[in-house]
C-alpha cells in the first residue's frame, strides 16, 4: 500500500513537472513572433506581435490608424493579452489558447476588438515570410502617415499645408535587402503659405527601409525617392533653378550705411540677409525657398574691379549660404523634409558660385553671380532705415 501510494506521489510529481515544461515551451513558441489572423482583416493583415520584454501589439489592418499595445501573461498553454488602459479606454483582455504555430482565440473571458470581431476558435498562423512582407508593407505604409501626422507640429515643416498617401500608388513589398524588407509607395504634398494660398503640389513614389528591432518591432530605415513630379515643371517659366542665377539684388544707400555706422562686413551681413528673406517671399523665385538658412562665415575678399564693371569696388564671399529648402534647385535636385527618413531638415549649400558684394557711387549692392557676370539681369531691392 505504501508503494502504491509512493507511485502515485511520483506521477503527480512527473505531471506538475511536464506541465511547468510545457508552460515554458509554449511562452518561448511565441516570444518574437507576430502571429497573422487567417480570416480577413481590417483592410489588411490582422496581426499580433509578442515582444520579449512582456509587451505586445496588435494592428487589425491598413484602414486602422491604430496600434493596439498592452502587456502579456501566459498561464499553462493559455496566453492573456492585455491592452493598454490609457490607449483602449478599457482594460480589454483577450485570451489565447497557444498550439502549435498558432494562437486560437477563445471567447469565453475576451472583449475581442476594435474593427474585427473575431468568432470563438479564430486561428492567428505564426509568422511565415509572406505575412512578414504583408507586415513590412503596413509599418511602412503607418510610419508615412506618422510622418505626415509628426510634421504639423514639427517647426522646420510649416511650409507643408498638406499631406496624404497617394491613393493612385498602391504601397508592395519590393525585394529584401539583407535583413530589411524594401516597401515601394506613393505620397503626396502641397508647400504654402496657407491652404489658400498653395505654392507647389509634389508627389513622391518612394522605396521605404524597413525592419524589425531585437525586440521584433517595426522600425523605418530609410526613405529613397524613386520619382518625384511636381507642378514646378508646369510653372518653370519665370522661376529660378538656382540661387547662383537668382534677380534678386539686395541694395543698401551709402546715405543709410554711414548714418548707422556700418563697416564693410556689417553691410554684408545685411545684405545677405535681405537676400534670403526675398528668396523666402514666394514672390518670384519660388524654386528656392528655403527654411532656416545661414549667411556666408568665411570673411569677405576683396578684389580687382573685373574690366567694364561699373563699380568703386568689388568683395567676393568664398562661403555658401546653408539651410534647407524645398523644391528644385539646379545642381541640388528636389529636398524637402518630407524626402528624408527624418523630420529634420537636410544642410545643404544652396549657391554652388560665389555672392558679390559691389560698392557704387550711390551705396552697396549684393549680387548673385548671375547678375555679376551679366547672364541674369539684376532686380533691386532696397534695405531702408525702418528695416535695420
Known amino acids: 500500500m505504501k508503494r502504491k501510494h509512493w507511485i502515485v506521489l511520483v506521477l503527480a510529481a512527473a505531471l506538475l513537472l511536464c506541465c511547468g515544461c510545457s508552460n515554458a515551451v509554449d511562452e518561448q513558441s511565441i516570444i518574437g513572433h507576430t502571429f497573422t489572423y487567417e480570416g480577413e482583416g481590417f483592410g489588411g493583415n490582422f496581426t499580433i506581435t509578442i515582444h520579449e520584454d512582456g509587451t505586445f501589439e496588435y494592428y487589425e489592418g491598413a484602414l486602422s490608424s491604430y496600434i493596439g499595445t498592452g502587456t502579456w501573461l501566459t498561464e499553462d498553454s493559455v496566453v492573456t493579452l492585455t ?14 489558447e497557444i498550439k502549435e504555430d498558432c494562437l486560437i482565440w477563445e471567447e469565453k473571458d475576451s472583449g475581442n476588438f476594435l474593427y474585427v470581431k473575431l468568432e470563438d476558435g479564430a486561428v492567428f498562423v505564426k509568422d511565415g515570410e509572406p505575412a512578414l512582407q504583408q507586415q513590412a508593407v503596413e509599418a511602412a505604409h503607418s510610419f508615412i502617415e506618422d510622418k505626415f501626422e509628426g510634421s504639423s507640429d514639427n517647426q522646420d515643416n510649416l511650409a507643408v499645408i498638406d499631406y496624404r498617401i497617394d491613393p493612385t500608388e498602391d504601397f508592395e513589398f519590393i525585394r529584401m535587402e539583407d535583413d530589411t524588407y524594401v516597401v515601394r509607395g506613393g505620397y503626396a504634398f502641397t508647400y504654402g503659405y496657407d491652404r489658400q494660398q498653395p505654392i507647389l503640389d509634389v508627389t513622391v513614389k518612394a522605396d521605404l527601409t524597413v525592419k524589425q528591432d531585437e525586440q521584433g518591432k517595426w522600425v523605418l530605415d530609410e526613405i529613397k525617392p524613386q520619382k518625384i513630379e511636381s507642378d514646378g515643371e508646369k510653372k518653370r517659366d519665370g522661376w529660378t533653378n538656382s540661387i547662383d542665377d537668382s534677380s534678386c539684388v539686395p541694395f543698401i544707400s551709402k546715405e543709410t550705411a554711414d548714418d548707422q555706422k556700418m563697416d564693410i562686413t556689417q553691410i554684408a551681413q545685411k545684405l545677405v540677409y ?42 567676393r564671399f568664398g562661403g555658401n549660404i546653408t539651410g534647407s529648402y524645398i523644391g528644385y534647385i539646379k ?15 537636410k544642410e545643404q549649400a544652396l549657391n554652388q558660385e560665389p555672392l558679390y558684394l559691389v ?12 547678375v555679376f557676370s551679366g547672364r541674369t539681369e539684376g532686380q533691386t531691392v532696397e534695405i531702408s532705415k525702418e528695416d535695420l
Open 83 to 96: 491592452d493598454d488602459a490609457e490607449a483602449a479606454g478599457t482594460k480589454r483582455q483577450n485570451r489565447f
Open 331 to 345: 545642381g541640388i535636385e528636389y529636398a524637402g523634409p518630407l524626402l528624408q527618413s527624418g523630420h529634420a531638415p
Open 274 to 315: 535681405k537676400l534670403m528673406l526675398e528668396l523666402n517671399s514666394y514672390d518670384g523665385e519660388k524654386e528656392t525657398f528655403m527654411l532656416n538658412a545661414d549667411g556666408p562665415e568665411s570673411a569677405l575678399e576683396k578684389i580687382e574691379v573685373p574690366d567694364g564693371k561699373k563699380a568703386d569696388a568689388v568683395w
Open 359 to 370: 560698392k557704387k557711387a550711390d551705396g552697396y549692392y549684393l549680387e548673385t553671380s548671375g
